[in-house]
């Protein structure tokens, strides 16, 4: 099965800096990658996602990029604020089936 | 429209009972995940379910926990003889048919305490 591993656990950033979390997968069959944002207690709500017939997509301050021959993908956030403080967690799966999460990584933007 | 819902929203119970956690997937999707989310943790994969496809099982921790999906709708995840380590938020998610698009839809989850 698909096996996701995500870098960084933690990641602290000053208000309008860059923040870029990583994520391999093991399974080049793979064409769907999700990235969630959960803030503190509440659910994971999806923000951005990928299919592997692209290499990079943005949504205003994020964007996605997809490296299929190396099996990874990123997400970064630009100019970021303290309400991006939240785990995000990427996801992999073929067709959706089967999804497979990172461990998350807790972003915290100070002000 | 409905989205996922999940009962009961917390749960407190003695070691070595037995609980069953309710899951309403959104109408019409198709796929129906479990997970569980200790304290500050990660998702761990728990269940999957698509359609009337045999269930992924491959993350059930143990034998003491075991999921069901009637009429390719609501899911009940069982556990058994509840140890302490059990004590988590379990967190149901329900999607469209894999042709159908990405998105996981999450419910509002379960917290479980194990005393």
């Known amino acids: 099965g698909e096996n996701v591993e995500q870098h960084p656990s933690t990641l602290s950033v000053q208000e309008g800096d860059s923040a870029v979390i990583k994520c391999t997968y093991s399974?080049?069959?793979?064409?769907?990658f999700p990235w969630y944002k959960q803030e503190l207690g509440k659910r994971p709500q999806l923000i951005i996602d990928i299919r592997s017939n692209v290499g990079e997509k943005k949504d205003q301050r994020i964007a996605v990029t997809l490296n299929k021959t190396a099996k990874h993908f990123s997400l970064h956030i630009t100019e970021t604020q303290p309400e991006d403080s939240a785990v995000y967690f990427c996801a992999a799966s073929y067709n959706n089936n089967d999804m497979r999460f990172g461990a998350g990584t807790r972003l915290t933007v100070k002000p | 429209g409905a989205g996922v819902s999940q009962s009961p929203s917390n749960k407190v119970t003695e070691k070595g009972k037995d609980v069953e956690l309710r899951c309403d997937p959104i109408?019409?999707?198709?796929?129906l995940y479990w997970y569980r989310q200790s304290l500050g943790q990660g998702l761990e994969f728990l269940i999957y379910f698509q359609g009337n496809s045999a269930p992924d099982k491959s993350g059930l921790p143990s034998d003491r926990f075991s999921a069901e999906r009637t009429g390719g709708s609501v899911s009940t995840l069982t556990i058994q003889r509840t140890q302490q380590e059990d004590s988590a938020v379990y967190l149901c998610?329900?999607?469209?048919?894999?042709?159908?698009?990405?998105?996981?839809?999450f419910g509002p989850g379960t917290r479980l305490t194990v005393t």
């Open positions: 109408s019409g999707h198709t796929a």
């Open positions: 998610a329900s999607s469209l048919p894999p042709a159908g698009g990405g998105e996981q839809y």
């Open positions: 399974d080049s069959a793979s064409n769907y």
